[in-house]
């Protein structure tokens, strides 16, 4: 599918696995992440230190801007020399200029099995509050 419909299925609330799109992706040796941040007028991807390119440590955050690619609130950034995923933030600046900073929430893996999916739907998950 390609990324117009998988856009639109999340703008209608119809998508059924966001992971699938959002976040970081690998793919033909290029890592990609997307974002929905539909109060940004500008997003960038803050690569958090210790990351290696090509066997070289880094020291420092690195800051890459992201591209819109659809009116809506879709960004993307492409890293053509990363093959491997890596730790980040994603900041953006609202249309109001106030900036944020923030763990892109699709960066972390979801948590719940498909038998955690089925016991919650049958109504028998007893695992799923306070502990």
Request: charged fraction near 30%; charge should be neutral; aromatic fraction near 12%.
């Given at each position: 599918m390609d990324i117009d419909k998988h856009i639109k299925l999340l703008l209608n609330?119809?998508?059924?696995?966001?992971?699938?799109?959002?976040?970081?992706?690998?793919?033909?040796?290029?890592?990609?992440?997307?974002?929905?941040?539909?109060?940004?007028?500008?997003?960038?991807?803050?690569?958090?230190?210790?990351?290696?390119?090509?066997?070289?440590?880094?020291?420092?955050?690195?800051?890459?801007?992201?591209?819109?690619?659809?009116?809506?609130?879709?960004?993307?950034?492409?890293?053509?020399?990363?093959?491997?995923?890596?730790k980040y933030k994603l900041r953006v600046v609202t249309h109001q200029d106030e900036t944020r900073e923030f763990y892109d929430p699709y960066s972390f893996p979801p948590v719940l099995t498909d038998f955690d999916l089925y016991l919650i739907g049958e109504g028998t998950h007893y695992k799923g509050q306070n502990q």
């Open positions: 609330g119809k998508h059924g696995n966001p992971f699938e799109v959002l976040g970081m992706h690998i793919f033909e040796n290029k890592v990609c992440i997307r974002a929905f941040l539909p109060e940004a007028k500008e997003a960038m991807v803050i690569q958090e230190a210790g990351f290696r390119i090509k066997d070289l440590e880094a020291r420092g955050e690195k800051t890459f801007l992201m591209k819109k690619i659809n009116k809506e609130g879709f960004f993307e950034a492409v890293f053509e020399d990363l093959s491997k995923p890596f």
